[in-house]
């Protein structure tokens, strides 16, 4: 079974430009999280979506960032404009959904954004 | 509001030596908790959970950790540690129902020979 994929691996960018992140998750999990770690800080939540609605998206930093999950299957994290203190990595996370399931969250490998 | 302390940043341990991982959390209950391994250039992987029950669970890799309700405490060890555990290791605390984790800043593990 694939692990959570995400896209792309790396990306530099300018100051101002736009960027945008995909998330894969593991075939048949209804939970989809998104997590951030800018450099020598601590993993911070983003947002979670349950299937293609938006459960919680208290940690969203502000209306630069736009996130979506069409059809509930994979999800895209859009910056824009990116700005310097959106440099980090970019974590996705998936867990099963539905009463009594795994409540485990498995994490990608992340996608390390740099902003210059 | 819910927090998770890893006092230590880094820590260096020589190989075949014990490791013992601190982490304590502050929750209104017993939450799940996890640790979570990053190898350099990968991605974050699961070590080992715990929901209730037992409260020493075993991991991957030879790792166990110890839930301490009194101590809020959820630290790791592994008795003999190889050169490839060299990683940073986080501790996360989440809310049942498939909600948000809370992670730790992490700790830096480095292995002398």
């Known amino acids: 079974e694939a692990g959570v994929t995400q896209f792309p691996s790396h990306s530099v960018i300018e100051k101002g430009q736009t960027v945008t992140l995909r998330c894969d998750p593991i075939?048949?999990?209804?939970?989809l999280y998104w997590y951030r770690r800018v450099m020598g800080k601590e993993i911070k939540f983003l947002l979670h979506?349950?299937?293609?609605?938006?459960?919680?998206e208290s940690g969203m930093p502000n209306n630069r960032f736009l996130a979506e999950r069409t059809g509930g299957t994979y999800s895209t994290l859009k910056v824009q404009p990116a700005e310097l203190e959106d440099s980090g990595v970019y974590f996705c996370?998936?867990?099963?959904?539905?009463?009594?399931?795994?409540?485990?969250?498995?994490f990608g490998p992340g996608t390390r954004l740099l902003v210059l | 509001a819910q927090s998770v302390t890893q006092p230590d940043i880094h820590i260096t341990v020589s190989e075949g030596a014990s490791l013992e991982l601190r982490c304590n959390y502050s929750?209104?209950?017993?939450?799940?908790l996890f640790w979570y391994v990053q190898s350099p250039g990968q991605g974050l992987q699961l070590l080992l959970k715990?929901?209730?029950?037992?409260?020493l669970v075993q991991g991957i890799k030879g790792f166990e950790a110890e839930f301490k309700r009194s101590q809020s405490s959820f630290n790791l060890r592994k008795p003999s540690v190889h050169w490839s555990d060299a990683a940073e290791y986080f501790c996360?605390?989440?809310?049942?129902?498939?909600?948000?984790?809370?992670f730790g800043t992490g700790t830096r593990l480095l292995v002398s020979p």
């Open positions: 996370a998936s867990s099963q959904g539905g009463q009594g399931r795994q409540e485990t969250q498995y």
């Open positions: 075939s048949g999990h209804d939970n």
């Open positions: 979506f349950v299937k293609e609605s938006k459960q919680d």
């Open positions: 929750y209104g209950a017993t939450p799940y």
């Open positions: 715990y929901f209730s029950g037992d409260t």
């Open positions: 996360a605390v989440g809310p049942p129902g498939f909600q948000k984790l809370v």
